[in-house]
C-alpha cells in the first residue's frame, strides 16, 4: 500500500516524531 507525500500525511507524520521524541524526553532516553 503506497502513500502520497500530501501535506496531511507529513503534518501526521510530523507530529509522530515529536510525539516519540517527547516521550523519549521524558523516560530519559538519547533520541
Known amino acids: ?3 502520497k ?3 496531511r500525511t507529513s503534518v ?3 507530529s509522530v516524531i515529536r ?3 517527547r516521550l523519549a ?3 530519559g ?3
Open 1 to 3: 500500500m503506497r502513500f
Open 5 to 7: 507525500p500530501t501535506a
Open 12 to 14: 501526521f507524520t510530523e
Open 19 to 21: 510525539e516519540m521524541t
Open 25 to 27: 524526553q521524558v523516560h
Open 29 to 31: 532516553a538519547i533520541n
